[in-house]
């Protein structure tokens, strides 16, 4: 299961400043496959369910292809 590690919002009540650090972990009963374009779209699901656009979102490793897909599929929803 993935974890909320934290989550901020500004006090003043303009939503701001909102900072989030996720860490997922994905278990799909699949037939073995779960592609880059799959990760992508769980990422903008939970983003989308957040409804803080746009976001800067950066990832390590498999993270930085799913973050660059997601980018790629949603440019509207990113920071540049």
Do not use: C, W
């Not at 656009?53 to 509207?76: D, W």
């Amino acid at each position: 299961n993935g974890s909320l590690l934290q989550m901020k919002y500004d006090s003043a009540g303009t939503n701001r400043v909102f900072h989030a650090f996720f860490t997922i972990d994905v278990h799909r009963a699949r037939g073995g496959e779960y592609l880059v374009p799959e990760f992508a779209l769980d990422l903008a699901q939970l983003l989308n369910a957040i409804n803080k656009f746009p976001v800067t979102i950066i990832g390590h490793s498999l993270g930085s292809f799913v973050t660059q897909m997601y980018a790629a599929m949603f440019p509207e929803k990113v920071l540049e």
